[in-house]
């Protein structure tokens, strides 16, 4: 966590001090400056003071208004010098949870953090929209330069697309021409890209549009996809609920990720408990019906041919393929397997 030269707490509780009783109430009450973690509703300080909500709200924007224009908050330049300067190192422009989260160990200090970057004036906050999440900033050329280029990257990406970190540094480092340079390092632009509403990072590090396959992870069919995608070739059900283990951290049992890799379409059955993903290729269906396939598509096949073709979609026995070659579906005519509706 990046050191922060104030104790936004010691800052605040000055700064509410220049305030009237009731102003410095309200304030304290919405930011939670009282060590509370979250702050109390315009209703709840309304139904305390028996005022309108509106009332409230506007007694908060003047006592706000009021310690920017006062002596107080000269007093305490030095301290929102220190703050901007921490912003600017860390790219001039942040998500307001990586701000908050980076800056702040623990809740209560991050409502103090809040209410100094609304009180400060150096400080401009961007609300939510569809491209971007909540976002700070403290240049605003710079923070129009980082979101033109990451409108780039979006209108760029595919929605079925999933890439490497390393990659998508690199296509949003492309797009910054009108950046300065100072702040073209690959760890700033990983913080720009968290200021994405398009985007989105998964547990492997990978990026993607919030829809392509394999990005939002929500339950244990997503993870067990990721974990399936990463060992790259077919899995066991318990292998898979290990693997979900190692690689998140996260509790999985056996019979649970069975259960949920059986509902999921983006998985097939390949064997016994044995799944593979369907976006490489795999048919979903029992044996029969993928011998079938198979010779719709490739015409009268040999046993061995039929077997071997089988084996790249299944993992059984041999006897298995051979057992479902009797199926009344097939004939057989001289030394070759085919449909028998053909």
Same mark, same amino acid.
């Given at each position: &966590? #990046? ?13 509410? !001090? ?22 109390? /509703? ?28 006062? #002596? ?8 929102? !010098? ?7 190192? &860390? ?48 240049? /605003? ?26 990659? &998508? ?11 300065? /340079? ?51 070739? #077919? &899995? ?91 199926? #009344? ?14």
């Amino acid at each position: &966590m #990046p050191k922060l030269a104030i104790k936004p707490s010691q800052i605040s509780k000055r700064l509410v !001090q220049a305030l009237p009783e009731r102003a410095r109430d309200v304030i304290v009450s919405r930011y939670g400056l009282s060590g509370k973690n979250r702050g109390e /509703t315009l209703d709840a300080i309304g139904k305390r003071y028996n005022i309108t909500r509106e009332r409230v709200r506007q007694i908060e924007n003047h006592a706000i208004k009021a310690l920017q224009d006062s #002596p107080a908050l000269e007093k305490e330049s030095a301290s929102f !010098q220190a703050l901007e300067s921490a912003i600017r190192d &860390m790219g001039g422009i942040l998500p307001e949870h990586t701000l908050l989260s980076e800056f702040a160990k623990d809740d209560e200090t991050r409502n103090h953090l809040y209410f100094l970057l609304v009180v400060g004036k150096p400080f401009i906050m961007a609300k939510e929209t569809d491209d971007f999440k909540t976002r700070w900033y403290v240049d /605003t050329d710079l923070a129009k330069s980082v979101e033109d280029a990451l409108k780039q990257v979006h209108g760029s990406v595919k929605s079925t697309d999933v890439l490497s970190e390393e990659k &998508m540094v690199d296509h949003v480092m492309t797009c910054l021409s009108r950046v300065n /340079t100072k702040y073209k390092s690959k760890d700033t632009v990983r913080r720009w890209l968290e200021l994405s509403a398009c985007l989105m990072r998964n547990p492997l590090g990978e990026w993607g549009r919030v829809s392509a396959p394999g990005i939002k992870v929500k339950n244990i069919r997503d993870h067990a996809y990721l974990a399936l995608k990463r060992h790259g070739s #077919p &899995m066991h059900f318990r292998e898979v609920a290990k693997a979900i283990e190692k690689l998140f951290g996260k509790g999985a049992h056996e019979a649970t990720t069975h259960n949920e890799l059986i509902k999921d379409d983006r998985f097939v059955l390949v064997g016994r408990g044995i799944y593979a993903l369907k976006e490489w290729g795999y048919r979903a269906g029992p044996v029969v019906e993928i011998i079938k396939h198979i010779l719709k598509e490739a015409g009268a096949l040999t046993k061995d041919e039929i077997m071997k073709r089988v084996g790249k979609e299944r993992y059984v026995k041999p006897n298995t393929i051979i057992v479902n070659l009797q199926n #009344p579906a097939f004939v057989k005519v001289k030394g070759k397997y085919a449909l028998k509706n053909a």
